[in-house]
């Protein structure tokens, strides 16, 4: 019989020409000639990260529908032998990265991936990120039909155009043969169910959906499409989200709280509209071609039993009789570049030479024939492949603040933790689970959809802060019937193994966890849990600058504004200037503790709580110079002064309420967008004209800035959105050069404003 | 009327500078020069006036292309042979900018056409070839109270004057008249350095712009010269002379007249 052989993606001409080009930016970069900021602009959409450890990079691979041929993965494991640390990790998006790859090394990385077909191009920033397919798309024996092709053809056409790197946010796009959703769809901002109406091929669509802060289940916006219209639902899509995205606020960015902000019913009501545009203005062509599928029925027997939970196994009969996936399971997606190599060999001598990547970070090794099976597996287990154990849960983890920037708690240590948890009883019924952790709140684990989901929080406990994990349960993606997975308690680090032992130990189901959790939330808090998995330093977020903090740190903020509201509240209803004064306390100390983070650093007492709060926010003016009064009578409160801190309820809650102002006003780069206390008052008159001019490039943003300055009246301010890099440095600087009085530099999202008032 | 988009990339180079921006454009698109001769002088100013987007230029020239006239008037081209200058010098200017409106006069520059067509006109560049004509321009400029640039060229020597009428010194000022017939040499006698006419012509060009953005220093009172062989430019400062027969005290001259020469007897001595 003869195996089902789909194609892998072809990286388009342009982006072949841009790779070109990586190379001379980074030199310039490290010669200094580019500025950290902009080169990150630059190497980001790249797919270019830098670890939590400064010099080291990470290059995330867009693996197209997750297939990839064995020279690919040959050459993958040559990279990361060469440039990297030698081990690969597949990513729940279906990339595979490259980790700890010097920044000088990139070029070559990049140009070699490109020789094997590979690109890391928009593999990360405001782009269209890989585009993904159910895992075993084209062999899976419930699909409606292979939806690879698509995937593929979908991402080829993107991926050439300019406008699918500078979106306000990133754009992911998967495609599900059915409505099983083993793609997961149903949480992507633009998901493609596979259906077929009168005969012909084509597919149900949802937009808005995402996981992360805020997760979001996609909303319906097509019933049926044919399948040649995918490439202008996508660029539909991708100007709704290009017009209605928040590019001001980087949390606020993704297409999900465009359709939150407007509503389903005028969410789709534009999205018609731009349809109804695109379709007028025509698609930049040619468009790639969809491969035509081999609709071939399926001839295997256990049809029935095959839906998205059968990924778990290890063996997977596919569509066509006598052919089997093999599932290696990886431990948290990673395994060596030795250990790769082996992979292609296995993927051509026992399969087709083609490899699939998985959301759940394993591989598969599809079509592999059932006599050659027992060969097969003999030789995975002579190679000493780690594979994960088949009857232990399926544990995802994000790589999580061991290595990630944005990562709240060490979320791979607990994965690993939970695994052998489990493992030391087997009789549990943990088989099929799926157990995604998440180290912050950006869910990279998925966690909203996993049977348990964890995901990093810090509480503070004493003053201290506790490395702790909301657990979610009930997360199912599913066509039209998505739900996301929802919070049922909060329990520390420390204590989540045990509680999952427990559980399973007393042959229960994730849905019978919640009583367990308030058991645990309510146990006492013994000294090492203030210690995170695999750390020796008790958890802390000290030393993180403001590029560092993610969504975690956001986390731990809110935490203590909470407790100065509740502490404002409490000092209301209490009548003894003692209580008030004591609650009052807590108030001030909580507020001018909030922020502190921001400026990377963590004080331990009060006094230091308090003196970093006059010099990083009451000197620069963030908060009025009243506040400095409350607090050194809050310090003389402490010291036994017992006079007047009781009197000053009101001033309490205006610190605490203009502290919170100041937390919501945070724009992606952590810098306060609210205006400081002392501003002067250009600073804020209103502009008499503001003018956009992001992506024009050098020198033309300049003509044009000075063509808009012109029109203004002499004494007016005006308002100039500029790009990050060298459009913002030249036009302020030219700007002035030429006499006029540049105001203000202020950094949005991803752009810049430029004040300035026209004094000629 | 707001600058296209197009208009903003194409002259984004001038938009830029500190002196011109778009105000300055919008100036030049709006102005109005004339070339007269549209020979070795008027080539190039003919070539930068339509490239910087000044909105109308008058090009007046009653000769046709000769195969003499290549060796230095780049505006014609080999195939242009026999073509009107006019024409020829018409279409390479609409190459580089066909947003600019040329207007063509097949005529040469006498006493009773020059002045109707001068008055039309912010700015005219003398690009003549023969004295008769550049009094004849000097003097209806000074009627019409139109401002210009004189240049003239020799050999390897070029010389260039820019007068505001009744506020700075004319050509009458330094030249009160023409020197007698075949006491100078022509072109066509003489010869003349093929690129000679290139520097001097684009410098009555920066004139004629410079004047039109209302910036700068013009040659004005001074008579700048040139010498090609020794590379030297000189500044010589001349005066309104009191007894110009023009614009003196006492002039003489009250109404425009033909000198006696018109054009250069020797066909192909446009310089």
Known sequence: MNAYIQRVLSVPASVREQTGRFRRQVERFVRGELTPTAFRAYRVPWGVYEQRSAGHFMVRVRIGAGVVSSSQLRCLARLSRAYGNGILHVTTRQDVQIHDVAIESTPHVLEDLLEAGLSSRGGGGNTVRNITACPRAGICAAERFDVTPHAIALAEYLLQFDSSYNLP??????????????????????????????????????????????????????????????????????????????RSNKHKARLRYVLKRLGP?????????????????????????????????????????????????????????????????????????????????????????????????????????????????????????RTSDQRSPEVVACAGAATCKLGLCLSRSLATAITKKLAENPNSTVGGTTIRVSGCPNSCAQHHVADIGLQGHARRVDGKLLPCYDVLTGGKTAEGKAQLATRIGTVPAKAVPDLLAELFAAGKIPSQLEPLVHEYESKAIPDDYFYDWGADQPFSLAGRGPGECGA???????????????????????????????????????????????????????????QAFTKHLIEPGWVDLAAQELLDCAVDWRMGNKGTLADMQDRAARLVQRVEQLFLSLDANLKFKLEPVAVTRAASEGPASTVDLRGVACPLNFVKAKLAVEKVGIGDIIEIQLDDGEPIRNVSASLADQGQEVLETKRLYDHFLLRVRRTR | MPLTEAQIERYSRHIILDKVGGVGQEKLLSAKVLIVGTGGLGAPAALYLAAAGVGTIGLLDGDAVDLTNLQRQI?????????????????????????????????????????????????????????????????????????????????????????????????????????????????????????????????????????????????????????????????????????????????????????????????GCVC
């Open chain 1, 169 to 246: 946010r990133k754009y992911k796009i998967v495609f599900s043969g059915c409505a099983a959703d083993c793609g997961l769809a149903s949480v992507a901002d633009l998901g493609f169910f596979a259906h077929h109406r009168e005969g012909a091929k084509g597919f149900a669509v949802y937009a808005g959906g995402g996981l992360g802060p805020n997760p979001a289940v996609g909303v319906k916006v097509e019933d049926f499409i044919r399948e040649g219209d995918i490439f202008e639902v996508a660029e539909t899509v991708k100007r709704l989200f290009d017009k209605h995205g928040d």
């Open chain 2, 75 to 267: 505006i014609h081209h080999t195939e242009d042979v026999g073509v009107r200058k006019v024409d020829s010098a018409l279409a390479k200017m609409h190459a580089i900018n066909p947003n600019v409106t040329i207007r063509t006069y097949d005529v040469w520059a006498r006493a009773d056409n020059l002045a109707q067509i001068v008055r039309e006109y912010d700015f005219v560049i003398d690009g003549v070839d023969n004295f008769a004509a550049k009094f004849l321009i000097n003097d209806v400029c000074y009627f019409e109270q139109i401002p210009f640039s004189h240049a003239g060229i020799l050999q390897f020597e070029g010389q260039l004057m820019t007068v505001l009428p009744n506020a700075t010194a004319c050509y009458r000022c330094v030249f009160p008249a023409p020197p007698p017939a075949g006491s100078v040499p022509s072109c066509g006698q003489a010869g003349v350095l093929g690129v000679l006419p290139g520097v001097v012509g684009s410098l009555q060009a920066t004139e004629a712009i410079k004047h039109l953005l209302g910036i700068g220093e013009l040659l004005t009172d001074t008579l700048l010269t040139y010498n090609a062989l020794t590379m030297t430019f000189r500044k010589i400062p001349v005066g309104r002379n009191p007894e110009c027969p023009l614009c003196g005290r006492n002039p003489e001259i009250t109404e425009v007249r033909d000198e006696k020469q018109v054009v250069c007897e020797q066909r």
């Open chain 1, 552 to 610: 975690g740190v956001m986390d731990v903020i809110t935490v203590d504004i909470q407790q100065a509201k509740e502490a404002i509240k409490q000092a209301a209803l209490k009548t003894q200037d003692s209580a008030k004064s004591e609650s009052l306390y807590q108030a001030v100390l909580a507020s001018a503790r909030a922020l502190l983070v921001l400026s990377g650093d963590e004080p331990k007492t009060d006094r230091a709580i308090f």
């Open chain 1, 265 to 385: 019913e005028q969410f789709i009501r534009l999205y018609r509209q731009e349809r109804t545009a695109v379709r007028q203005e025509g698609l930049e062509g040619p468009l790639p071609q969809i491969e035509a599928t081999d609709e071939r029925p399926t001839t295997s027997a256990t049809t029935n039993v095959l839906d998205g939970s059968q990924a778990t196994a290890d063996i997977a009969p596919e569509k066509d009789a006598g052919l089997f996936t093999f599932r290696l399971g990886l431990p948290l997606g990673d395994l060596s570049a030795d250990e790769l190599v082996e992979v292609a060999r296995l993927a051509d001598n026992y399969g087709t030479g083609l490899v699939r990547t998985t959301q759940q970070q394993n591989l598969l090794i599809p079509s592999v024939p059932e006599e050659r099976f027992d060969d097969l597996h003999a030789e995975i287990g002579r190679l000493g492949i």
